[in-house]
């Protein structure tokens, strides 16, 4: 994506390397995000699919272009644990 999706990913890595459960967390909802049938196309990683990703961003921020806020992600990640019993 871009450069901004990369500070994201490292300030998100850098929050779950001091907070153990919370890196269950992040990891669980990334996995929860990745596209269908990854492995099935190239670069066949577990990544979100772009579409999905760019709606995803434009009902929550109203910009398909938006990067949320590290605190965004993270509230997310612990309110999907509490409320789905993961």
Known sequence: ??????????????????????????????????????????PFLPVPDRTYLRWRMYTAYADEDAVPPADDVIRFARWRRETMGL
């Open 1 to 42: 994506m871009g450069t901004a999706w990369n500070a994201l990913t490292i300030r998100l890595a850098a929050r779950a390397l001091v907070n153990p459960r919370l890196a269950v967390d992040l990891l669980r909802t990334a996995w929860a995000f990745r596209r269908r049938a990854w492995w099935t196309r190239a």
